[in-house]
């Protein structure tokens, strides 16, 4: 079955990166892209951007702009969510889920859709 | 940006009942709309997509309806397994994708 598994939780102090693997199963991993959504505790869902797994081209919501890089390995059908310049806010439960649209047939600048199926998710703790 | 409202921000409900979440965007989103669940503990599950298509193997007693800038979730007699918070998501427009900010079903 098609399923996306995360890596652990992490710890980090202010200031410095975390990178959170995504291994995708069950399907081909280029023929989609991969997304990445966050939820701090208690919060609602907010997308962080997404990346085309077979071109790995990303394009990144504005507010995290500068400070994240999404790539994966094609080797191993991980995608990578790597986040820099952590701060207490960037406290939360960082989800990866895969697009919905086949990337063999999808239009250029076609919006990807709804997303299914998602990571069990990665809480990133930050603090000193 | 389109800006997504939901209605009401929580509920409670019986076994049995029919609720009806709500869904609002800023501006016309041609039924690019998907609604997910989610359980304390776990990653949003997708239940609806384009509006009103049931995704494969989720029960027939939710369904979703709408147009233009309002949209609906409705879960007809309510089971123990449905209490959950409830987010829709547009993707008429990118970026950014946007959520709604969650309805909590609580039971009553």
């Known amino acids: 079955q098609v399923q996306l598994v995360q890596s652990g939780a992490e710890v980090k102090k202010p200031g410095a990166s975390v990178k959170v693997s995504c291994k995708a199963s069950?399907?081909?991993?280029?023929?989609?892209?991969i997304v990445w959504v966050r939820q701090a505790a208690g919060q609602g869902l907010e997308w962080m951007g997404w990346?085309?797994?077979?071109?790995?081209?990303?394009d990144y919501a504005q507010k995290f702009r500068g400070r994240v890089t999404m790539t994966r390995s094609t080797s191993t059908n991980t995608a990578y969510m790597q986040l820099s310049s952590l701060t207490y806010e960037d406290t939360a439960v960082y989800f990866c889920a895969r697009g919905s649209l086949d990337l063999r047939v999808k239009s250029p600048g076609t919006i990807d859709g709804w997303f299914d199926p998602w990571g069990q998710g990665t809480l990133v703790i930050v603090s000193s | 940006d389109i800006q997504m409202t939901q209605s009401p921000s929580s509920l409670a409900a019986s076994i049995g009942d029919t609720v009806t979440i709500t869904c609002r965007a800023s501006q016309g989103i041609a039924k690019s709309l998907a609604w997910y669940q989610q359980k304390p503990g776990q990653a949003p599950n997708l239940l609806v997509y384009t509006a009103s298509i049931l995704k494969s193997g989720v029960p027939s007693r939710f369904s979703g309806s709408g147009s233009g800038t309002e949209y609906t979730l409705t879960i007809s007699n309510l089971q123990p397994e449905d209490f959950a918070t409830y987010y829709c998501q547009q993707y008429f427009s990118s970026p950014p994708i946007t959520f709604g900010p969650g309805t909590r079903v609580d039971v009553k």
């Open positions: 990346m085309n797994a077979n071109g790995g081209d990303a």
């Open positions: 069950g399907y081909t991993f280029t023929n989609y892209e």
